[in-house]
């Protein structure tokens, strides 16, 4: 994989959120590539964090893609707002998605990017129906809800499957990991087929946005 597909996205949910727009500038400036903005309803997973009127300040403070993944349930209520807001994508989980074909062309139909994301405990084969119809997908490589938890190996042969699937029916499908990425992990989800990462504490965390993204980047291609 070359440098240039790696897409390093820094979750905000690890920013110092009383200087939300100095911390995505920071990032920005640092070289990520996409924001990643996580919008949780309390009900789908346990934590509440942010919703549309935060994506239009982070959509004010950046010219970059901003990747929203909602971790709500009934996504479809919300998603026109979220693409109104500035979202460049909208992600929906499998698992809050009875329709989840119908929500995915929802999400096209409002102008964004859709991603299609499965928990853990969710096999590949749930979103291999629709894979041909989204523009990304996403793995999450821990329990959605928190930041700063620990990388969840048994995930990537998912990502492998998924990426696979992607391979053989030459599909244009960005393949998205998220959860305890670090300069350790990263490189097991690259080899299994990631190519955008997420990163909330690796990156808020470390003292130096520009090299925290840099050594990612690098771990991630290497
Ligand atoms: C977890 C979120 C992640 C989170 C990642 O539910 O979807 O985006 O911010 O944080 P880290 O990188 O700290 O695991
Ligand atoms: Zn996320």
């Excluded at 949780?40 to 982070?58: C, K, L, Q, S, Y």
């Excluded at 096209?108 to 928990?119: D, H, L, M, P, Y």
């Excluded at 930041?147 to 029916?169: M, N, Y």
């Amino acid at each position: 994989m070359t440098t240039e597909e790696i897409v390093i996205a820094p979750s905000i949910l690890a920013c110092d959120f009383g200087r939300l727009s100095d911390e995505i500038q920071a990032v920005t400036d640092a070289g990520a590539d996409w924001i990643h903005v996580d919008v949780m309803d309390g009900h789908f997973v346990p934590n509440i964090t942010i919703g549309p009127r935060i994506v239009e300040a982070a959509r004010d403070a950046t010219q970059l893609p901003l990747d929203v993944h909602l971790m709500i349930e009934q996504p479809e209520r919300y998603i026109e707002s979220f693409v109104k807001s500035g979202a460049t994508t909208v992600g929906v989980h499998a698992e809050a998605c009875p329709h989840l074909h119908r929500t995915i062309a929802q999400i096209r139909e409002a102008g964004a990017r859709a991603s299609v994301t499965i928990n853990p405990g969710t096999p590949a084969s749930a979103i291999e129906p629709v894979l041909g119809d989204v523009d990304q997908v996403l793995v999450m490589t821990v329990n959605p809800g928190f930041g700063g938890q620990r990388f969840i190996p048994g995930t990537l042969a998912k990502v492998e499957t998924l990426r696979g699937w992607i391979q053989d029916r030459g599909l244009a499908v960005a393949l998205e990991v998220d959860g305890g990425i670090t300069e350790d992990t990263i490189a097991s989800a690259a080899r299994a087929g990631a190519n955008a990462f997420v990163a909330g504490t690796a990156i808020f965390g470390a003292p130096d946005y520009r090299e925290a993204i840099a050594a990612l980047r690098q771990a991630a291609s290497s």
